[in-house]
Protein backbone atom coordinates (compact mmCIF):
# COMPACT_ATOMS: atom_id res chain seq x y z
CA UNK A 1 0.00 0.00 0.00
CA UNK A 2 3.10 2.35 1.23
CA UNK A 3 4.77 1.61 -2.19
CA UNK A 4 1.63 2.08 -4.31
CA UNK A 5 0.85 6.05 -2.68
CA UNK A 6 4.80 6.59 -2.74
CA UNK A 7 4.92 5.57 -7.05
CA UNK A 8 1.34 7.48 -7.53
CA UNK A 9 2.82 10.53 -5.70
CA UNK A 10 6.48 10.04 -7.59
CA UNK A 11 4.49 9.91 -10.85
CA UNK A 12 2.73 13.54 -10.55
CA UNK A 13 6.10 14.84 -8.69
CA UNK A 14 8.00 15.07 -11.48
CA UNK A 15 6.31 16.68 -13.90
CA UNK A 16 5.35 19.49 -10.86
CA UNK A 17 8.76 19.77 -9.68
CA UNK A 18 9.79 20.94 -13.54
CA UNK A 19 7.36 23.66 -12.97
CA UNK A 20 8.88 24.29 -9.52
CA UNK A 21 12.28 24.51 -10.90
CA UNK A 22 10.91 27.12 -13.92
CA UNK A 23 9.23 29.46 -11.53
CA UNK A 24 11.84 29.60 -8.82
CA UNK A 25 14.44 30.46 -11.85
CA UNK A 26 12.20 32.87 -13.57
CA UNK A 27 11.95 34.54 -10.40
CA UNK A 28 15.40 34.68 -9.70
CA UNK A 29 16.22 36.41 -12.93
CA UNK A 30 13.47 39.12 -12.87
CA UNK A 31 14.15 40.12 -9.04
CA UNK A 32 18.38 40.02 -9.90
CA UNK A 33 17.61 42.52 -12.36
CA UNK A 34 14.70 44.79 -10.71
CA UNK A 35 17.34 44.52 -7.44
CA UNK A 36 20.42 45.63 -9.79
CA UNK A 37 21.68 42.14 -8.32
CA UNK A 38 21.16 43.03 -4.64
CA UNK A 39 23.00 39.33 -3.80
CA UNK A 40 26.13 40.43 -5.05
CA UNK A 41 26.33 43.81 -4.69
CA UNK A 42 25.44 44.03 -0.98
CA UNK A 43 27.21 41.23 0.03
CA UNK A 44 30.04 42.88 1.89
CA UNK A 45 27.22 44.64 3.64
CA UNK A 46 25.05 41.41 4.59
CA UNK A 47 28.21 40.15 6.80
CA UNK A 48 28.48 43.41 8.70
CA UNK A 49 24.68 43.51 9.74
CA UNK A 50 24.62 40.23 10.54
CA UNK A 51 27.61 40.48 13.15
CA UNK A 52 26.88 44.31 14.06
CA UNK A 53 23.52 43.24 15.41
CA UNK A 54 21.21 46.02 15.45
CA UNK A 55 18.55 48.06 17.99
CA UNK A 56 15.49 47.13 16.74
CA UNK A 57 12.32 48.92 17.23
CA UNK A 58 11.09 47.01 20.80
CA UNK A 59 11.52 48.49 24.33
CA UNK A 60 14.48 46.96 26.20
CA UNK A 61 12.05 45.20 28.19
CA UNK A 62 10.38 43.10 25.93
CA UNK A 63 11.00 39.81 24.62
CA UNK A 64 13.16 40.11 21.42
CA UNK A 65 14.52 37.75 18.76
CA UNK A 66 17.81 38.96 17.34
CA UNK A 67 18.80 39.35 13.87
CA UNK A 68 21.55 36.65 15.02
CA UNK A 69 19.24 34.08 16.63
CA UNK A 70 16.26 34.47 13.48
CA UNK A 71 19.13 33.81 10.73
CA UNK A 72 20.26 30.79 12.78
CA UNK A 73 16.79 29.75 13.28
CA UNK A 74 16.50 29.53 9.36
CA UNK A 75 19.97 28.11 9.06
CA UNK A 76 19.02 25.36 11.49
CA UNK A 77 15.95 24.46 8.91
CA UNK A 78 18.34 25.07 5.89
CA UNK A 79 21.27 23.05 6.63
CA UNK A 80 19.94 19.25 6.86
CA UNK A 81 20.59 16.10 5.83
CA UNK A 82 19.72 17.38 2.21
CA UNK A 83 23.77 19.07 2.48
CA UNK A 84 25.32 15.42 3.52
CA UNK A 85 22.87 12.84 1.67
CA UNK A 86 21.15 15.28 -0.89
CA UNK A 87 24.46 16.60 -2.28
CA UNK A 88 25.43 12.81 -3.11
CA UNK A 89 22.33 11.94 -4.47
CA UNK A 90 22.38 14.88 -6.85
CA UNK A 91 25.42 12.89 -7.83
CA UNK A 92 24.94 9.64 -8.66
CA UNK A 93 21.53 10.83 -10.39
CA UNK A 94 22.17 13.49 -12.68
CA UNK A 95 26.17 13.15 -12.35
CA UNK A 96 28.90 15.69 -11.10
CA UNK A 97 27.59 18.54 -13.30
CA UNK A 98 24.21 18.91 -10.72
CA UNK A 99 26.75 20.35 -8.47
CA UNK A 100 27.60 23.41 -10.88
CA UNK A 101 23.66 23.58 -11.43
CA UNK A 102 23.20 23.63 -7.78
CA UNK A 103 25.47 26.52 -7.63
CA UNK A 104 23.64 28.37 -10.09
CA UNK A 105 20.42 27.77 -8.38
CA UNK A 106 22.17 29.50 -5.41
CA UNK A 107 23.34 32.30 -7.38
CA UNK A 108 19.69 32.97 -8.45
CA UNK A 109 17.58 31.86 -5.64
CA UNK A 110 19.41 33.86 -3.29
CA UNK A 111 17.60 36.97 -4.91
CA UNK A 112 14.03 35.19 -3.75
CA UNK A 113 15.45 34.75 -0.19
CA UNK A 114 15.63 38.54 0.08
CA UNK A 115 12.42 39.56 -1.20
CA UNK A 116 10.46 37.26 0.99
CA UNK A 117 12.36 37.83 4.08
CA UNK A 118 11.81 41.41 3.57
CA UNK A 119 8.20 41.31 2.96
CA UNK A 120 7.62 38.91 5.70
CA UNK A 121 9.66 41.75 8.31
CA UNK A 122 6.79 44.22 6.33
CA UNK A 123 3.58 41.97 6.67
CA UNK A 124 4.48 40.87 10.43
CA UNK A 125 2.34 40.67 13.90
CA UNK A 126 3.09 40.84 17.27
CA UNK A 127 2.90 37.19 18.86
CA UNK A 128 2.95 36.19 22.37
CA UNK A 129 7.14 35.86 22.85
CA UNK A 130 8.24 37.40 19.38
CA UNK A 131 7.13 38.64 16.17
CA UNK A 132 5.30 36.15 13.77
CA UNK A 133 5.08 36.39 10.27
CA UNK A 134 5.89 34.61 6.87
CA UNK A 135 4.30 34.21 3.32
CA UNK A 136 0.79 33.18 5.28
CA UNK A 137 0.96 36.10 6.66
CA UNK A 138 1.69 38.48 3.39
CA UNK A 139 -0.38 36.92 1.23
CA UNK A 140 -3.25 37.85 3.77
CA UNK A 141 -2.31 40.74 4.54
CA UNK A 142 -0.86 42.32 1.17
CA UNK A 143 -3.15 40.32 -1.68
CA UNK A 144 -6.15 39.71 0.93
CA UNK A 145 -6.49 35.93 -0.53
CA UNK A 146 -6.95 34.41 3.03
CA UNK A 147 -7.42 31.22 1.27
CA UNK A 148 -4.77 31.41 -0.79
CA UNK A 149 -2.76 31.64 2.34
CA UNK A 150 -4.57 28.89 3.48
CA UNK A 151 -3.02 26.90 0.89
CA UNK A 152 0.60 28.09 1.46
CA UNK A 153 0.06 27.64 5.30
CA UNK A 154 -1.29 23.64 5.28
CA UNK A 155 1.48 22.93 2.79
CA UNK A 156 4.12 23.65 4.81
CA UNK A 157 2.48 22.89 8.05
CA UNK A 158 2.56 18.98 6.25
CA UNK A 159 6.24 19.33 5.18
CA UNK A 160 8.00 21.12 7.71
CA UNK A 161 6.18 20.37 10.83
CA UNK A 162 5.83 16.93 10.05
CA UNK A 163 6.75 15.15 6.97
CA UNK A 164 10.56 16.45 6.79
CA UNK A 165 10.99 15.88 10.38
CA UNK A 166 10.31 12.08 10.08
CA UNK A 167 13.17 11.91 7.55
CA UNK A 168 15.50 13.94 9.36
CA UNK A 169 14.66 11.67 12.45
CA UNK A 170 15.01 8.75 10.35
CA UNK A 171 18.15 9.45 9.12
CA UNK A 172 19.57 10.51 12.15
CA UNK A 173 18.70 7.10 13.45
CA UNK A 174 19.85 5.21 10.10
CA UNK A 175 23.54 6.67 10.60
CA UNK A 176 23.75 6.00 14.77
CA UNK A 177 22.68 2.63 13.84
CA UNK A 178 25.13 2.14 11.11
CA UNK A 179 28.11 3.73 13.11
CA UNK A 180 27.81 2.68 16.67
CA UNK A 181 25.05 -0.18 16.50
CA UNK A 182 22.55 2.21 18.54
CA UNK A 183 19.40 0.56 18.04
CA UNK A 184 16.81 2.56 16.20
CA UNK A 185 14.39 2.33 19.48
CA UNK A 186 17.07 3.94 21.42
CA UNK A 187 17.64 6.87 19.32
CA UNK A 188 13.83 7.25 18.62
CA UNK A 189 13.30 7.74 22.86
CA UNK A 190 16.53 10.03 22.69
CA UNK A 191 15.49 12.02 19.84
CA UNK A 192 12.18 12.43 20.57
CA UNK A 193 13.16 13.61 24.31
CA UNK A 194 15.65 16.54 23.00
CA UNK A 195 13.32 17.44 20.60
CA UNK A 196 10.45 18.40 23.40
CA UNK A 197 13.11 19.38 26.10
CA UNK A 198 13.52 22.32 23.10
CA UNK A 199 10.15 23.33 21.44
CA UNK A 200 8.57 23.08 24.95
CA UNK A 201 10.32 26.47 25.72
CA UNK A 202 9.01 28.06 22.30
CA UNK A 203 10.84 30.31 19.79
CA UNK A 204 12.64 31.66 22.68
CA UNK A 205 14.05 28.43 23.55
CA UNK A 206 14.45 27.21 19.79
CA UNK A 207 16.69 30.21 18.56
CA UNK A 208 18.75 30.39 21.91
CA UNK A 209 19.20 26.50 20.89
CA UNK A 210 20.28 26.95 17.30
CA UNK A 211 22.61 29.59 17.66
CA UNK A 212 24.33 26.92 19.79
CA UNK A 213 24.35 24.31 17.51
CA UNK A 214 24.65 25.97 14.22
CA UNK A 215 27.53 27.60 14.38
CA UNK A 216 29.18 25.06 15.89
CA UNK A 217 28.15 22.02 12.67
CA UNK A 218 28.83 24.40 10.07
CA UNK A 219 32.27 25.36 11.39
CA UNK A 220 33.10 21.67 13.01
CA UNK A 221 32.19 20.17 9.00
CA UNK A 222 34.28 23.27 7.06
CA UNK A 223 37.09 22.30 9.07
CA UNK A 224 36.78 18.15 8.10
CA UNK A 225 36.20 19.80 4.65
CA UNK A 226 39.13 22.00 4.43
CA UNK A 227 41.56 19.40 6.23
CA UNK A 228 40.13 16.53 2.92
CA UNK A 229 40.77 19.31 0.63
CA UNK A 230 43.95 20.43 1.84
CA UNK A 231 45.65 16.69 1.43
CA UNK A 232 43.25 16.32 -1.62
CA UNK A 233 44.66 20.15 -3.31
CA UNK A 234 46.09 18.66 -6.35
CA UNK A 235 42.82 16.70 -7.43
CA UNK A 236 40.91 20.30 -7.23
CA UNK A 237 41.14 21.73 -10.54
CA UNK A 238 40.61 18.12 -12.22
CA UNK A 239 37.95 18.02 -9.87
CA UNK A 240 36.49 21.36 -11.15
CA UNK A 241 36.86 20.70 -14.77
CA UNK A 242 34.61 17.58 -14.85
CA UNK A 243 31.87 19.32 -12.04
CA UNK A 244 31.87 22.19 -15.35
CA UNK A 245 32.28 19.58 -18.37
CA UNK A 246 29.51 17.34 -17.09
CA UNK A 247 27.21 20.30 -16.44
CA UNK A 248 27.08 20.65 -20.20
CA UNK A 249 27.09 17.24 -20.80
CA UNK A 250 30.92 16.97 -22.46
CA UNK A 251 31.35 14.14 -20.90
CA UNK A 252 28.07 12.55 -20.76
CA UNK A 253 27.14 10.03 -24.05
CA UNK A 254 23.43 9.89 -23.32
CA UNK A 255 21.04 11.91 -24.32
CA UNK A 256 19.32 14.10 -22.34
CA UNK A 257 22.23 13.59 -19.82
CA UNK A 258 22.58 17.56 -19.14
CA UNK A 259 18.26 17.93 -18.80
CA UNK A 260 19.27 15.51 -16.16
CA UNK A 261 22.20 17.62 -14.49
CA UNK A 262 20.12 21.01 -14.41
CA UNK A 263 17.22 19.56 -12.55
CA UNK A 264 18.54 17.36 -10.43
CA UNK A 265 20.92 20.45 -9.47
CA UNK A 266 18.14 22.79 -8.95
CA UNK A 267 15.69 20.34 -7.32
CA UNK A 268 18.54 19.16 -4.66
CA UNK A 269 19.70 23.13 -4.22
CA UNK A 270 15.69 24.01 -3.50
CA UNK A 271 15.82 21.30 -1.08
CA UNK A 272 18.66 22.05 0.37
CA UNK A 273 18.87 25.63 0.88
CA UNK A 274 15.15 25.86 0.61
CA UNK A 275 15.66 30.04 -1.51
CA UNK A 276 11.43 30.50 -2.76
CA UNK A 277 10.03 27.80 -1.02
CA UNK A 278 8.35 30.37 1.91
CA UNK A 279 10.01 28.43 4.86
CA UNK A 280 12.43 31.04 5.90
CA UNK A 281 10.39 34.14 6.04
CA UNK A 282 8.52 32.59 8.88
CA UNK A 283 12.12 32.32 11.02
CA UNK A 284 13.14 36.18 9.17
CA UNK A 285 9.72 37.47 10.45
CA UNK A 286 10.85 37.10 14.67
CA UNK A 287 13.58 39.33 14.36
CA UNK A 288 13.44 42.73 15.51
CA UNK A 289 15.39 45.50 12.98
CA UNK A 290 14.74 49.35 12.53
CA UNK A 291 14.13 48.17 8.60
CA UNK A 292 12.47 45.08 6.79
CA UNK A 293 15.64 45.27 4.30
CA UNK A 294 18.08 43.99 7.47
CA UNK A 295 16.87 40.59 7.49
CA UNK A 296 16.46 40.20 4.10
CA UNK A 297 19.88 40.62 3.63
CA UNK A 298 20.72 38.61 6.40
CA UNK A 299 18.95 35.58 5.55
CA UNK A 300 20.06 36.02 1.74
CA UNK A 301 23.59 34.91 3.26
CA UNK A 302 21.79 31.56 5.04
CA UNK A 303 21.55 30.03 1.03
CA UNK A 304 25.15 31.17 -0.03
CA UNK A 305 26.05 29.24 3.63
CA UNK A 306 24.32 26.24 2.77
CA UNK A 307 24.98 25.73 -0.47
CA UNK A 308 28.01 27.07 -2.02
CA UNK A 309 29.93 26.73 1.33
CA UNK A 310 28.11 23.49 3.37
CA UNK A 311 26.76 21.34 0.28
CA UNK A 312 29.97 22.56 -1.71
CA UNK A 313 32.42 21.34 0.87
CA UNK A 314 30.33 17.38 0.51
CA UNK A 315 30.27 17.56 -3.32
CA UNK A 316 33.82 18.45 -2.97
CA UNK A 317 34.43 15.32 -0.58
CA UNK A 318 32.89 13.01 -2.97
CA UNK A 319 34.51 14.04 -5.95
CA UNK A 320 38.29 14.14 -4.52
CA UNK A 321 37.59 10.06 -3.30
CA UNK A 322 36.91 9.35 -6.80
CA UNK A 323 33.83 6.76 -5.46
CA UNK A 324 31.12 8.74 -6.81
CA UNK A 325 30.23 5.61 -9.19
CA UNK A 326 30.88 3.21 -6.52
CA UNK A 327 27.24 2.16 -6.02
CA UNK A 328 26.38 3.74 -2.91
CA UNK A 329 23.88 6.94 -2.94
CA UNK A 330 22.88 9.28 -0.23
CA UNK A 331 24.35 9.51 3.04
CA UNK A 332 25.83 5.79 2.36
CA UNK A 333 27.93 7.64 -0.33
CA UNK A 334 29.24 10.75 1.75
CA UNK A 335 30.21 8.32 4.76
CA UNK A 336 32.09 5.90 2.17
CA UNK A 337 33.63 9.20 0.78
CA UNK A 338 34.95 10.57 3.86
CA UNK A 339 36.05 6.74 5.18
CA UNK A 340 38.33 6.82 2.02
CA UNK A 341 39.78 10.34 3.59
CA UNK A 342 40.22 9.56 6.96
CA UNK A 343 39.94 6.00 7.50
CA UNK A 344 37.30 4.48 9.85
CA UNK A 345 36.58 7.27 11.83
CA UNK A 346 35.12 8.60 8.86
CA UNK A 347 31.45 7.00 9.52
CA UNK A 348 31.39 8.09 12.76
CA UNK A 349 32.09 11.73 12.18
CA UNK A 350 29.62 11.62 9.53
CA UNK A 351 26.93 10.34 12.04
CA UNK A 352 27.88 12.56 14.78
CA UNK A 353 27.14 15.36 11.64
CA UNK A 354 24.24 14.22 10.61
CA UNK A 355 23.31 14.25 14.35
CA UNK A 356 23.66 17.96 14.67
CA UNK A 357 22.62 18.95 11.13
CA UNK A 358 19.09 17.01 11.30
CA UNK A 359 18.23 18.03 14.95
CA UNK A 360 18.47 21.72 14.26
CA UNK A 361 16.52 20.76 11.35
CA UNK A 362 14.17 19.33 13.81
CA UNK A 363 13.61 22.38 15.91
CA UNK A 364 13.94 24.74 13.20
CA UNK A 365 11.10 23.28 11.14
CA UNK A 366 8.95 22.53 14.07
CA UNK A 367 8.77 26.26 14.29
CA UNK A 368 7.92 26.86 10.77
CA UNK A 369 4.73 24.63 11.90
CA UNK A 370 3.72 26.52 14.88
CA UNK A 371 4.27 29.81 13.11
CA UNK A 372 1.74 28.58 10.36
CA UNK A 373 -0.55 26.52 12.67
CA UNK A 374 -0.69 29.97 14.41
CA UNK A 375 -2.00 31.70 11.73
CA UNK A 376 -4.66 28.89 10.52
CA UNK A 377 -6.03 29.24 14.09
CA UNK A 378 -6.88 32.61 13.33
CA UNK A 379 -7.00 34.41 17.04
CA UNK A 380 -9.05 31.39 18.44
CA UNK A 381 -9.13 30.94 21.83
CA UNK A 382 -7.87 27.24 21.45
CA UNK A 383 -4.97 28.33 19.79
CA UNK A 384 -2.18 27.69 22.96
CA UNK A 385 -4.07 23.82 22.79
CA UNK A 386 -3.47 23.45 19.14
CA UNK A 387 0.16 24.24 19.87
CA UNK A 388 0.40 21.82 22.98
CA UNK A 389 -0.99 19.16 21.40
CA UNK A 390 1.17 19.79 17.99
CA UNK A 391 4.43 19.63 20.14
CA UNK A 392 2.81 16.04 21.67
CA UNK A 393 2.75 15.02 17.98
CA UNK A 394 5.67 16.09 16.78
CA UNK A 395 7.17 13.52 19.80
CA UNK A 396 5.26 10.84 17.91
CA UNK A 397 5.98 12.12 14.39
CA UNK A 398 10.45 12.01 15.24
CA UNK A 399 9.61 8.46 16.97
CA UNK A 400 7.72 6.71 14.38
CA UNK A 401 10.27 8.35 11.75
CA UNK A 402 13.38 6.88 13.50
CA UNK A 403 11.71 3.50 13.10
CA UNK A 404 9.61 3.06 10.40
CA UNK A 405 11.19 2.84 6.34
CA UNK A 406 9.42 6.44 4.44
CA UNK A 407 9.55 6.08 0.92
CA UNK A 408 5.86 7.18 1.21
CA UNK A 409 6.90 10.82 2.97
CA UNK A 410 9.80 11.62 0.52
CA UNK A 411 7.25 11.36 -1.79
CA UNK A 412 4.59 13.84 0.92
CA UNK A 413 7.90 15.99 1.32
CA UNK A 414 8.20 16.71 -2.58
CA UNK A 415 4.86 16.90 -3.12
CA UNK A 416 4.32 19.84 -0.48
CA UNK A 417 7.30 21.68 -1.17
CA UNK A 418 6.03 21.98 -4.87
CA UNK A 419 2.82 23.61 -3.74
CA UNK A 420 4.15 25.95 -1.16
CA UNK A 421 7.08 26.98 -3.54
CA UNK A 422 4.71 27.34 -6.50
CA UNK A 423 1.72 29.68 -4.22
CA UNK A 424 4.93 31.51 -2.34
CA UNK A 425 6.41 32.67 -5.81
CA UNK A 426 3.45 33.51 -7.29
CA UNK A 427 3.13 36.06 -4.09
CA UNK A 428 6.21 36.97 -4.33
CA UNK A 429 5.74 38.54 -8.09
CA UNK A 430 2.54 40.19 -7.24
CA UNK A 431 4.11 41.69 -4.15
CA UNK A 432 7.78 42.28 -4.67
CA UNK A 433 7.02 45.60 -5.88
CA UNK A 434 6.63 46.59 -1.65
CA UNK A 435 10.09 44.61 -1.12
CA UNK A 436 11.93 46.97 -4.41
CA UNK A 437 10.93 50.16 -2.71
CA UNK A 438 12.11 49.07 0.70
CA UNK A 439 15.96 48.86 -1.35
CA UNK A 440 15.49 51.98 -2.66
CA UNK A 441 14.70 53.55 0.41
CA UNK A 442 17.62 51.15 2.35
CA UNK A 443 20.05 52.71 0.10
CA UNK A 444 19.00 56.47 -0.14
CA UNK A 445 19.14 56.01 3.71
CA UNK A 446 22.52 54.24 3.48
CA UNK A 447 23.86 56.64 1.27
CA UNK A 448 23.13 59.47 3.33
CA UNK A 449 24.99 58.04 6.27
CA UNK A 450 22.23 56.98 8.39
CA UNK A 451 21.79 53.88 9.65
CA UNK A 452 18.27 52.76 7.82
CA UNK A 453 15.19 52.87 9.58
CA UNK A 454 11.44 52.28 8.27
CA UNK A 455 8.16 54.12 9.14
CA UNK A 456 4.91 52.87 7.68
CA UNK A 457 4.39 55.90 6.19
CA UNK A 458 6.50 55.43 3.34
CA UNK A 459 4.10 52.94 1.92
CA UNK A 460 0.78 53.94 2.71
CA UNK A 461 -1.89 52.32 0.70
CA UNK A 462 -0.52 49.62 3.40
CA UNK A 463 0.07 51.23 6.18
CA UNK A 464 -2.93 49.52 8.20
CA UNK A 465 -1.70 46.49 7.11
CA UNK A 466 2.09 47.09 8.71
CA UNK A 467 1.36 47.32 11.91
CA UNK A 468 4.57 46.77 13.91
CA UNK A 469 6.05 49.80 11.99
Not at 97 to 115: E, P, R
Request: charged residues 10%; glycine residues 10%.
Amino acid sequence: MQKSIADFLNSINAPMATVMVIVLSAAGIWFTIRTKGVQFTMLGHMFKLLFKGDKGKKGSGEKRVSTFEAFMVSLASRVGTGNLAGVATAIVVGGPGAIFWMWVMALLGSVNTFVECTLAQLFKSRGKDSFIGGPAFYITKGLHKRWFAVIFAISIFAQFGLTNNMVQANTISSAFTEAFAITPMTMAILLCALALAVVFGGIQRIAKVCSYIVPFMALAYLGIALWVLAVNITAIPQVLGIIVKSAFGFEQAAGGAIGMAILMGFKRGIFSNEAGEGSAPNAAATADVSHPVKQGLIQTLGVFTDTLVVCTCTALIIMCSGLYNCGANGIELTQVALTHHIGPAGKYIIALCILFFAFSSVIGNYYYGECNLTFLCNGSPRTGVAIQTYRVVLGIIIFLGSLMTIDVVWAMVDFFMVIMTVVNIISLFLLGKYALRLLEDYRSQLKAGKDPEYHASLIPEIENETECW
